[in-house]
């Protein structure tokens, strides 16, 4: 009965199999273990700007390595490109800001072919425009460009909020347009974008190797997770891989996701506990089931081969599948409420699924005005609970 089901899971569960990520790039990093990444950053000047107060080493470096078009320059400040690589992005960057396709604080991702190894790579570019002040009064109009390249176009769109959130964060350090702090302060940050936007997932399953199921269910069931005895850059990135693997926010009543987290949240015994003074780390109050667990070996694979993009596609597919069974789930439900076959058909439901206990919480919280639908969703919570004692 559930064959076609048995087989969507098989099929997103293997997507290091499929052609979405072995091609030039897998092997690549299977050979250099790191992907070669680059960062350039331009100082983005409008037509209502003007150039006083300027040094005149800064002047020569406008003269030098400035693209203009009618109504904006763009020059650059620093890049680790090669150099016969740079012109060439910026004259990239120039026709995408002469078209209108670069709209302010809003990242755009696009492959780019520069005279690099890659050759073809995919680039993050984001235009952050700099707001007017007292101090800075012809402030309007100008900005600075950022971009951030390496991998695959692809690859990089799944890391799209973290390398926003990563550029906006840098708002703060470009206050001049000359950055007098560009070595101390912005070069350091540009050069650890990879690092801090994209490998903060492959270094939490590095950690955890095949405790990570537990992860993934306190995720999906919005248990609260402490992270004792480690760096602060550990458990921001224990948080950041959490809120990855969440559904918070893809589900399709929020007040649901909102009641389950301030319910589990009061509930502080129950939350995992990530110790990590002994290697490697011990977990407390670590819950798991058979869906998590079969997704085990497919996020060691990924790590195995050191393609964060994979790793980040397998956690995709993993919440996607939870999702489909969510909602499978509740069309059984609603099923259930005129129909006892359809009722035998979610109880067989649960038991193959492997994550019957998330889903029926997710469930009740989502139908809790809902008398009829409470009371099927009892009567499978103690199906479960008798199919879990006949098994141990």
Known sequence: MFTSQTSSFQDSIDVEERDDFDSEEMAG?????????????????????????????????????TASQADFSLTLIDSSLPSEAEPELRAYISRRLSKGALLGGMGNIATVELSIPEQAVGCYCCLLEQESSPEQPDADG???VICFMGGSEKGLNLFRLELDKY??????SLQTSELQNLETEVRPCLSRW???????????VQLVQSDVGFLL????????????????????????????????????QETTTSSLCKAISEDTQSGLIIDCSTGPPA???AVSNRF???????FLNAVESYNPFLLRQILENFKLKAIQDMNSLKRFVRQAEMSHYALFRCCQFLQSCGNGDVLLQNARAEHSDLPEACS??????????????AQA
Do not use: P
């Open 217 to 252: 269910h306190a995720a999906l069931s919005h248990t609260h997770v402490e992270v004792h005895h480690s760096d602060e850059k550990t458990k921001a990135d224990v948080s950041r891989f959490i809120k990855a693997a969440s559904l918070q926010g893809l589900s399709q």
């Open 283 to 285: 977990l407390s109050h």
């Open 167 to 172: 550029v906006q964060g840098l708002r703060s």
């Open 194 to 204: 990879y690092e801090e936007s994209v490998m903060h997932i492959h270094r939490v």
């Open 142 to 144: 100008n900005g600075h």
């Open 292 to 298: 998590c667990d079969d997704w085990i070996q497919a």
């Open 376 to 389: 099927i969703i009892t009567v499978l919570e103690e199906f479960l609970k008798e199919q879990s004692q």
């Open 29 to 65: 990093c299977h050979q250099r273990m790191q992907l070669n990444c680059y960062y350039t950053i331009y100082l983005y000047q409008g037509s209502r700007s003007e150039a006083s107060g300027e040094s005149e080493a800064w002047s020569q470096r406008r003269a030098d390595s």
